[in-house]
């Protein structure tokens, strides 16, 4: 299964029944699939005029009660951000596939990249936190693609799904497990009358209120201005705005162990770690078993939640090794994070590479073996 149809069949699994997008390479072919099969399993696919307005139509679509996606590629994701905020704001459980290729602007339309990662984060204006997946694999994107929408649903929460060109296009078997055995998460909706309802007051012990779907008899206000726990605009009233800017952003922060998700080989007695993530992390997994072939006790972790970004992992892992090397297809941004977590316990180098190819495993290993010189 190519990995772009992967992410899709996740998705239906996941329960998506309502996708919105516009065509981009290279992502087209999750509209595509999307195109087909939503009619299969009662869903909605709407081709989109850009999108800005695939995902105003997604958040549209979740405040209706359904799950829904949106899929494009760095430039879409750029015309994207200003309803990315309106969904953090708003608190609307959406996901939003971002299959990276080399930018800026049009950039590089075929070729793979990461240089997303960032805007992933920082993208959108304000005070937010978000939750961001890289997959590494057509399983992976089948995965992902359902752990997003339960996060999603879980923190009320765009969920963005941080593919490249490689990992969408790449043709592996994937297995799909029996649906009783897969779990999904489904929206929790209030278990008070509409009168007693709260619609951003979080249950005792919960970071996020109950979400209701238009015409189930609930009042809710959707919409970008600063609101206080009723929904009501808040105006100047800068201690309300206080606390639903730092509520939205703990309740991904504060999660951080839930919400992270990472795998680690030859790590047990690694004096050099390499710290990698979607197709990158394929290349550096040959780069250290090479290393260990030369005697060299290297080791890999993969990053598969980039945000939130796991501090306590690198910390731990600085506090192990002499060195971490940091490998990414752009010129070095997330190693930024590995090395401000690192609290400066392990050398930091970055292996940058742009220009629309992967890394040759050899550029790894070479990066390597200068860690442990």
């Known amino acids: 299964m190519q990995g772009d149809e992967a992410i899709v069949e996740g998705a239906l699994i996941a329960g998506c029944r309502f996708f919105a997008g516009y065509p981009i390479t290279p992502a087209t072919e999750i509209a595509e699939r999307m195109s087909r099969r939503m009619p299969q399993v009662g869903g909605v696919f709407m081709q989109m005029e850009d999108e800005l307005a695939s995902i105003m139509a997604i958040i549209g679509a979740s405040w209706a009660g359904r799950k829904s996606m949106t899929a494009t590629s760095g430039p879409g994701y750029s015309l994207m951000q200003e309803g990315l905020g309106y969904a953090i704001i708003t608190e609307t459980p959406i996901v939003i596939v971002d299959v990276q290729r080399g930018g800026p602007s049009t950039g590089l339309v075929t070729l793979p990249s990461q240089g997303d990662v960032m805007q992933a984060r920082w993208g959108s204006h304000g005070d937010y936190a978000t939750i961001a997946l890289a997959p590494s694999s057509a399983q992976d994107m089948f995965d992902l693609a359902i752990k997003a929408f339960n996060l999603s649903e879980i923190y009320r929460n765009p969920v963005i799904i941080l593919a490249d060109e490689v990992i969408a296009h790449v043709r592996e078997p994937v297995k799909v497990p029996p649906h009783e055995e897969i779990e999904v998460v489904e929206r929790r909706r209030p278990n008070v009358p509409p009168e007693d309802y709260i ?6 012990g919960e970071w996020v209120a109950p979400m209701p779907a238009f015409g189930e008899g609930y009042n809710v206000l959707v919409e970008s201005v600063m609101h206080d726990e009723f929904g009501h605009r808040i105006g100047t009233d800068h201690v309300a705005a ?3 800017i730092k509520r939205i952003y703990y309740k991904i922060e504060k999660n951080v162990d839930k919400i992270s998700m990472y795998e ?7 004096e050099v770690a390499v710290v990698a993530y979607g197709s990158t992390a394929r290349t550096a997994l040959r780069a250290v078993r090479e ?3 030369q005697g060299i006790k290297a080791g890999l972790i993969r990053m598969i939640t980039l945000w939130p970004f796991y501090d306590s992992l690198i910390e731990e892992t600085a506090n192990q090794v002499k060195a971490i090397v940091v490998p990414e297809m752009n010129m070095g941004k997330i190693v930024r994070e590995v090395d401000r977590a690192s609290k400066g316990q ?3 180098m970055s292996v940058p590479k742009v220009g629309g190819v992967l890394h040759h495993p050899d550029e ?9 010189r």
Request: no cysteine; glycine share 0%; net charge positive.
């Open 264 to 270: 680690k080989r030859y790590m047990e007695d690694a």
């Open 364 to 372: 790894i290993l070479a990066a390597i073996k200068s860690a442990v």
């Open 199 to 204: 619609p951003y007051l979080p249950d005792p």
């Open 346 to 348: 392990a050398k930091v």
């Open 291 to 293: 290393a260990r072939n």
């Open 242 to 244: 206080e606390r639903t």
